[in-house]
């Protein structure tokens, strides 16, 4: 089944923890959309035989060694499945976020160039409301759950024999999903078995103290099931084998409820925006986070709120919250743990969770450049910042002249803002197309979320010329005049606050605001960033 030593790709990876006897049991919010009879309990040897099984479905459909296949579907772990099913006969698997707008969507299926579409009747019929046609974009598609005219239906095609097993050189297109997309379309990003299995999948798999899954470990996550993050989220588990994970289709709060008590985590990741909404849940239930020792969050910054809540939820002696920074295109780059004493003091001007720790030793490097000049600054001055590690992607689908503008030599150019402290950490500014000289827009969202308790959501954006605009969402849909003034008396010089629903302020599929979205609609397209990196 290859060497137990050097991974061989997606197509295997479930074959090989199964022969290799893993015990986790894998629990699931809802069964599979790909399997919906088959229950929400499995073990990874359940999962080797699902994949198998799938990769026929597939191979039936038409897809084809050296094709891409495109898979577009509701949010769930089957995602990976889909794309180890492609992989295990040598197709590419391109994963897609299901709620991308129709327009998006098209766009990035068409940069996909692929041969194969699995997706849903509902995301179809949802485009074509939108005017937009996705079935002509690719020569066969395939429907998970119900068909359509010019579909087949994935259960028409049970029964089709497994494919055989066809693997690719290390060094070639493994997988591509998209980054977040908070600048525009997203970009799909590829990977190899090398940059991600050899390389990220590793930092996953080292039994590091305080932040590697144990044994006795019962992991949750609730993260997009179609991001890069799954895959090597997915690698670790499968290989430090903790006794159960749970997989959280959905950031509803009932559903957390239900799956936590049941099984209460001692490690747990989400979203940024999906911690926001649970904060009440903590609030009410908090016992069901009280056996966490360890909170992940990747994908965007997170404010010192609601770090200390889910912190004081728990009933360990000393819980921590590993604060993780990192690319689609790189991997985690830096991290930081983060504790109770470290989020004692409230409203900081510069809060603790702005700095984004060191780099991760043995697997990455960073520095700090002028972006006019791209030679490196002095620690304390900003610029943008370099990333160097081998778990770099190798390209963009349909935009390679993008990947070759931010790669230089063994860098990656990350079109983040930020800057490198006397003591060696790195502390994130802004994305650079974000910037606004003089402050951090991020750093101030997380002081008047500390300040301002009733504060849901805060986007710090501005063009030249004008007083920086506080975009923020409150519970109630409105903000006290004069607790505004107290909350920013300290701060640099802001214009007057703009109140809008939650929902009204743009998201990309992983929860961030989509900055460029709302500051073209609310000042306008100048920026002081070039945008050159995004």
């Known amino acids: 089944m290859g060497n137990k030593n050097k991974p061989t790709g997606l197509g295997l990876l479930f074959d090989e923890h199964a022969q290799a006897g893993r015990s986790t049991r894998f629990h699931l919010s809802r069964p599979f959309d790909i399997a919906p009879g088959a229950g929400s309990e499995f073990s990874v040897a359940g999962l080797a035989e699902l994949v ?29 499945l889909l794309a180890c099913a492609a992989s295990r006969f040598g197709a590419l698997p391109v994963l897609i976020a299901g709620g991308l707008p129709a327009q ?32 002509s974009l690719v020569p066969r598609t395939v429907t998970v759950g119900a068909a359509l005219p010019g579909t087949v239906a994935l259960d028409d095609l049970r029964g089709a024999r497994t494919p055989k097993v066809f693997t690719t050189a290390s060094f070639e297109p493994m997988v591509a999903t998209h980054t977040s997309g908070t600048t525009g379309v997203p970009k799909l990003v590829v990977h190899s078995v090398d940059t991600v299995l050899g390389h990220l999948g590793r930092t996953e798999s080292l039994r590091f103290p305080i932040v ?21 989220w997915s690698t670790g588990t499968l290989k430090l084998e903790p006794k159960d994970a749970l997989l959280l289709a959905d950031a509803r709060p009932a559903t957390a409820e239900r799956m936590f008590a049941q099984r209460k985590p001692t490690y747990l990741e989400a979203l940024p925006a999906t911690y926001i909404g649970w904060q009440e849940l903590a609030g009410k239930r908090p016992e069901l986070y009280g056996d966490v020792r360890l909170y992940v969050s990747t994908f965007d910054a997170i404010h010192p709120p609601t770090v200390r809540r889910f912190l004081h939820a728990s009933k360990r002696r000393f819980p921590a919250w590993l604060q993780g920074w990192g690319q689609s295109e790189t991997g985690p780059m830096t991290f930081r743990l983060l504790t109770r004493r470290a989020l004692a003091a409230k409203g900081d001007r510069h809060p603790t969770t702005r700095d984004v720790g060191r780099p991760i030793p043995g697997f990455t490097g960073m520095k700090v450049v002028d972006p006019a000049t ?3 600054v002095p620690n304390g001055k900003p610029g943008v910042l370099l990333t160097r590690t081998d778990g770099r992607c190798i390209g963009y689908l349909g935009e390679q002249r993008r990947w070759q503008d931010k790669a230089r030599g063994k860098w990656w150019n990350t ?6 402290t006397a003591a060696g950490a790195f502390r994130l500014l802004d994305r650079e197309v974000d910037v606004i000289p003089g402050m951090s827009c991020i750093e101030l969202e997380d002081v008047l979320a500390d300040r301002l308790p009733q504060l849901l959501e805060a ?14 969402s409150t519970q109630d849909g409105t903000l006290d005049e004069a607790e505004w003034k107290r909350a920013t008396a300290d701060l640099p010089a802001l214009g007057a606050p703009r109140v809008l629903p939650l929902e009204e302020i743009p998201r990309t599929s992983t929860g961030k605001v989509r900055r460029v979205e709302l500051r073209e609609r609310l000042l306008g397209e100048e920026t002081y960033g070039t945008g050159r990196w995004t």
């Open 52 to 80: 198998q099984e799938t990769s026929g479905l597939l191979y039936e459909a038409g897809a084809r060694p050296g094709d891409r296949v495109a898979i577009a579907k509701d949010n769930h772990w089957d995602y990976l």
């Open 104 to 135: 998006t969507l098209g766009t990035v299926l068409k940069r996909a160039d692929a041969q194969l579409f699995v997706t849903t009747a509902d995301i179809l019929r949802s485009a074509d409301e939108q005017g937009v046609d996705l079935k």
């Open 212 to 232: 590697a899954m144990k044994r006795s470990d019962t992991v949750a996550t609730a993260t997009p099931f179609n991001h890069m993050r799954m895959i090597t």
């Open 374 to 376: 791209m030679k490196p």
């Open 415 to 420: 079109g983040d803002y930020g800057l490198r």
């Open 459 to 472: 986007a710090v954006i501005g063009i030249p010329g004008q007083l920086p605009l506080p975009v923020v």
